[in-house]
């Protein structure tokens, strides 16, 4: 169960960061998104390197189909395991990105499909009408066509999206809440064991583990709780 969970090194100092993974020595995937990256990325993912960790690099592409392939093909010299394109970039986006990555069979390319924070509301304010469960598989199916199978999405879509598509798709979630941790700005949210049971492949949970005055307790609690 260690190797399912992704650790959201969500952090502003490249110390604290170095820290949660020192204090973090059973899990094995940790995500570097925008704000760790753009400020001690080189040296995090050095280090995450160093101690054979596995890097999902979160940088959510999103731009024309020319510069997003120049992106992951840069990302590259990272030897990311994971890394994150929005799928609401289009397909020929999709399809850039993918071959840009097609050299490196380690890596996985997975489609962002609705933010967890973002409820039905705010989709309508973005001028998308749809539901967020009937945009996530709409979603799903654009990078289906296109040649990603696996996605990012919030543990209330797991099972929409299995039953549609089928259970060889990779689904990592975030939006994870143990009952005893704060929600922050996360709206859509499941238990680990929920998000598990209901099919989860890797969830991806920062604050309840980072910001937990014993990050190493709070990891193994979840553990024990999914294990339970
Ligand atoms: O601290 P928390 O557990 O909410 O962290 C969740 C992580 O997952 C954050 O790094 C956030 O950027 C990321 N994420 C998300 N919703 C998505 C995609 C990624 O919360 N749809």
Redo the contacts with the bound molecule.
Sequence with gaps: MNNRIII?L?VDDFQKARLLVDHLHDATLF?V?LQAFLKFGNELIGYLREKDKKVFL?LKFKDIPNTVYGAVKSSLKYSPHFLTIHLSGGADMIKKALEAASSEPGLTILG??????LTNNDLIETGINLPTDIAVLQLCELGLKNGLNAF?CSPLEIEPIKDRFGKDIILVT???RPLWSAR?D?KRVFTPQMAIEKGSDYL?????ITQNANPAEAFQKILKEIEN
């Design positions: 959201a969500d995500k998104g979160d962002v499909t609705i933010l967890t924070s990012v975030p939006g994870i922050g996360q991806v949970i920062g604050r309840p």
